[in-house]
């Protein structure tokens, strides 16, 4: 019972970070501080967490033995788009938006799982 709260206190706080990057993004005080350009940067930043957390809870599925492994296996899939998907986007926006719908699909996949 004990883990069961934790887990769900920990869960409840990483929605609520998901949920402070949309403030971000419509933010005009973000937007004159950093600029346009770099707004979207932070928004990126914060989905690479979660990229990394899906991978680590995927690997947990995988291990614990409780689920399907196909589920852990497409869980860390979808992190692993994430973090390539967030990466290019940081790194090339150009590279990002030619692959973004092939690195989201896996995304959707995962995590509707």
Do not use: H, R
Not at 83 to 96: D, E, Y
């Amino acid at each position: 019972m004990f883990s069961n709260l934790v887990s769900l206190a920990v869960e409840a706080a990483s929605k609520v970070f998901l949920l402070l990057v949309l403030s971000t993004l419509e933010s005009a005080q973000y937007q004159q501080v950093f600029g346009p350009q770099q707004v979207p940067i932070l928004a990126n930043l914060a989905l690479l967490f979660f990229g990394g957390t899906c991978l680590m809870n995927g690997y947990l599925i995988f291990k614990v033995g409780y689920f399907p492994k196909v589920l852990g296996v497409l869980m860390q899939a979808a992190g692993g788009c994430n973090l390539v998907a967030c990466w290019a986007a940081l790194s090339s926006p150009t590279l990002a938006s030619s692959i973004l719908l092939a690195a989201l699909l896996p995304c959707l996949v995962g995590e509707l799982s």
